[in-house]
């Protein structure tokens, strides 16, 4: 086995530990935790503007999705104040 190869092999164990633990982490959170955050016109702007610089994978998307649209609802409330 090669160098590549290791590294490869240690990337790939990465990952699925990574996955291992955002399992559990969704498995504990509880289903209708709310809280509040506020942010001010640039933040949001700052934030959904790298958001547009990111690239999204699998389950990732819904989830991005649905943060995206809940800022931007966010970010029209605070224009029309």
């Known amino acids: 086995m090669g ?3 290791k590294v490869l092999q240690q990337v790939v164990s ?3 530990i990574r996955k291992e633990v955002e399992q559990e982490v969704v498995k504990e959170q509880p289903k209708n ?4 955050v506020e942010l001010s016109k ?4 700052m934030i959904l503007a790298k958001f547009a610089q990111l690239e999204f994978k699998g389950v990732e998307i819904e989830l ?3 943060l995206i649209v809940k800022l931007q ?3 029209k ?3 029309s104040q």
């Open 64 to 66: 991005t999705y649905n």
């Open 14 to 16: 990465e990952e699925e």
């Open 42 to 45: 640039d933040e949001i702007t």
């Open 73 to 75: 609802n966010t970010y």
């Open 33 to 36: 935790l709310k809280t509040s």
């Open 77 to 79: 409330k605070l224009l």
């Open 3 to 5: 160098l590549s190869d």
